[in-house]
């Protein structure tokens, strides 16, 4: 059983930057881990990918070229590092994880289905 717990989360400007962790434990077990989040009012929506045994790295158009996400094996965690913040970035943000391979590649990794592990979400709020 995989159990993540995420953190960093918090209130900042717009521009401003935050950078989000997620502590995994049974890290090795793990192929993927994703960062989603959602809004009031709006579904849970991907934010980036991770193919934690390799390089591989997915995000949404929406954060492209402002968030990276990355990771630490050393200390079992998952990083978003979130630059140039806007307002609609604002969501409770989720860290996800599966310990089976499936078809992550060529837009897999968005499938919120095949994540068995959530962690229970970190609060980002941006204002403007």
């Known amino acids: 059983q995989v159990q993540l717990v995420e953190s960093g989360g918090g209130s900042v400007q717009a521009g401003g930057s935050l950078r989000l962790s997620c502590i995994a434990t049974r890290y090795p077990s793990i192929f993927y881990m994703a960062w989603f989040r959602q809004a009031p009012g709006k579904e849970r929506e991907e934010v980036a990918g991770?193919?934690?045994?390799?390089?591989?790295?997915a995000y949404d158009d929406s954060v492209r070229g402002r968030f990276t996400i990355s990771q630490d094996i050393a200390k079992n965690t998952l990083y978003l590092q979130m630059n140039f913040l806007k307002p609609e970035d604002s969501a409770m943000y989720y860290c996800?994880?599966?310990?089976?391979?499936?078809?992550?590649?060529?837009?897999?990794?968005?499938?919120?289905?095949?994540?068995?592990?959530w962690g229970r979400g970190t609060q980002v709020t941006v204002s403007s």
């Open positions: 996800a994880a599966s310990d089976s391979t499936f078809g992550w590649v060529g837009g897999g990794w968005v499938d919120q289905a095949k994540y068995k592990y």
């Open positions: 991770l193919y934690i045994r390799g390089t591989d790295t």
